[in-house]
């Protein structure tokens, strides 16, 4: 098993351009979540999906959109890149299981927004 | 609503004991976890303690949780250069882990 891969694992984008950070996993599993980390703040929660065609918002999802169209993909789309979006990307997955939320991280991907 | 809060840095000597603390918001939380991150990677499970123990052990690591005062410590024994890195408390939301800050752990030789 590869785990949660992501792509790329660097970007920078000018300002008011669009991309698509990518992000899979092999495990088949139904929970996926995307999740920005910046100095002194910790990780948050962007967008959710707990199952293919299903997604919803997390606690920062203002500039960004996902989509679940398969079990395995879940895509993080910056619709018109912000400075503030400079911030390292993190994409997690989990199967729902009495024992918690026990996620598993893909590498990262470092955005830099100029 | 939740929020977890940690000191930013630890400083100890190889071979010393290492307690990083962590204070969380939501009495409701049924599982509170620790995480690992290293220099240019993911987050990695390190252990995680359900809201009706006390303490859980796992070779090196010591999990002590007081429900009371909504604290939980992890204690690394005989710490060591590898162990250098963010460690991050969290604790379970609905449908999404709630994150601390992260404490920088350096270890020196």
């Known amino acids: 098993n590869a785990g949660v891969t992501q792509t790329p694992k660097f970007q920078v984008l000018k300002t008011g351009q669009s991309m698509t950070l990518q992000c899979a996993q092999d495990m088949n599993h139904e929970y996926m979540s995307w999740y920005r980390q910046d100095p002194g703040m910790g990780l948050r929660l962007i967008h959710y999906?707990?199952?293919?065609?299903?997604?919803d918002q997390g606690e920062v999802p203002n500039g960004y959109n996902v989509s679940r169209s398969t079990t395995e993909d879940f895509p993080l789309r910056l619709l018109s890149a912000a400075p503030s979006q400079t911030s390292v990307y993190f994409c997690?997955?989990?199967?729902?299981?009495?024992?918690?939320?026990?996620?598993?991280f893909g590498p990262g991907t470092r955005l830099t927004v100029t | 609503g939740e929020d977890v809060e940690q000191s930013l840095f630890l400083s100890v000597r190889e071979g010393d004991s290492s307690v990083i603390n962590c204070t969380y918001t939501?009495?409701?939380?049924?599982?509170l976890y620790w995480y690992k991150q290293e220099p240019g990677a993911g987050l990695q499970l390190l252990t995680y303690i359900f809201s009706n123990m006390d303490m859980k052990q796992d070779q090196r690591l010591t999990v002590l949780l007081n429900k009371k005062d909504k604290h939980l410590s992890l204690r690394i024994a005989d710490t060591q250069t590898g162990d250098s890195a963010i460690y991050f408390c969290?604790?379970?939301?609905?449908?999404?882990?709630?994150f601390g800050t992260g404490t920088r752990l350096l270890v020196s030789p």
């Open positions: 999906s707990v199952g293919a065609g299903i997604t």
């Open positions: 939501d009495s409701s939380s049924t599982y």
């Open positions: 969290a604790e379970a939301g609905f449908q999404k882990l709630v």
């Open positions: 997690a997955s989990k199967q729902p299981s009495s024992g918690g939320y026990e996620q598993y």
